[in-house]
C-alpha cells in the first residue's frame, strides 16, 4: 500500500505525547545527575589515594557536562513547547522520580512483609505444636501420678485460707469503727 497522492507528509504529533517524552527525558536526566553526584565523593577520595586512574575521573567529568548539556537542552525544548514550562520541568519530573523509587520501596516492603508472614505463620505453627506437645505430657504425667497415688484426693492438697486479710476491708486487730460524735454545743 503506498500513500495517496497528497498525504505524503507525516501526521503531526500532538504536543501531549511530545510533552511527554519531553518529561520522560528529563526524569532520565535526573536518575543522571543524582547517580553522578553519588559517584563524585567516592571517586575523589578514591582518586586522591590513587587506586583509580585520571581517565575515570575525566570520564566523569565528561559525562557530567553532557547531562548539564542535556538539561539545557530539555529546558529549552520545554520553554519552546509551552511558556516558562522549562522553570519548572525539573521540578516536576524530580517529583515523578521520587514517586517512582517510594512506589518500588513500598512494594519491595510489601513483598517482604508477605514473606516475613509467611515465616511467622509457620513458626506460630510450630511452637503451637510444640506448647500442644508439652501440654499432652503434662496431662500424661499428671494422670500417671494420680494413677500412682491411687486416684485419691487428700485433704493436704486443700488450701487453707485465713479471714482478715488486705481484702476483708477492716485492718487486722481492730474490730468496727472507732470514731466519736461530735455534739453541737
Same mark, same amino acid.
Given at each position: 500500500m503506498e500513500p495517496e497522492s497528497g498525504k505524503d507528509k507525516a501526521t503531526p504529533v500532538p504536543d501531549s505525547i511530545l510533552k511527554a517524552a519531553l518529561l520522560?527525558?528529563?526524569c532520565e536526566d535526573i536518575k543522571r545527575i543524582l547517580a553522578i553526584r553519588t559517584a563524585k565523593p567516592p571517586l575523589s577520595q578514591l582518586l586522591q589515594r590513587g587506586s583509580v586512574g585520571d581517565e575515570l575521573w575525566q570520564r566523569l567529568l565528561r559525562a =557530567?557536562?553532557?547531562?548539564? $548539556?542535556? @538539561?539545557k537542552d530539555v529546558v529549552?525544548?520545554?520553554?519552546?513547547?509551552a511558556t516558562n514550562w522549562g522553570q519548572?520541568?525539573?521540578?516536576?519530573?524530580? =517529583?515523578?522520580?521520587?514517586? $517512582?523509587? @517510594?512506589?518500588?520501596?513500598?512494594?519491595?516492603l510489601q513483598a517482604g512483609g508477605r514473606a516475613d508472614r509467611e515465616w511467622w505463620d509457620k513458626e506460630r505453627a510450630?511452637?503451637?505444636?510444640?506448647?500442644?506437645?508439652?501440654?499432652d505430657e503434662g496431662k500424661a504425667a499428671d494422670s500417671s501420678k494420680g494413677a500412682s497415688s491411687g486416684g485419691v484426693n487428700s485433704d493436704e492438697?486443700?488450701?487453707?485460707?485465713?479471714?482478715?486479710?488486705?481484702?476483708?476491708?477492716?485492718?487486722?486487730?481492730?474490730?468496727?469503727s472507732s470514731k466519736k460524735k461530735k455534739g453541737k454545743k
Open positions: 520522560q527525558r528529563a =557530567e557536562k553532557e547531562v548539564e $548539556a542535556e @538539561v529549552e525544548e520545554a520553554n519552546a513547547l519548572t520541568i525539573f521540578q516536576s519530573a524530580n =517529583e515523578m522520580v521520587n514517586n $517512582a523509587s @517510594v512506589r518500588d520501596k513500598v512494594a519491595q510450630s511452637i503451637q505444636s510444640k506448647f500442644m506437645q508439652e501440654l492438697d486443700a488450701v487453707l485460707v485465713e479471714g482478715g486479710g488486705p481484702a476483708s476491708g477492716t485492718p487486722s486487730g481492730t474490730k468496727g
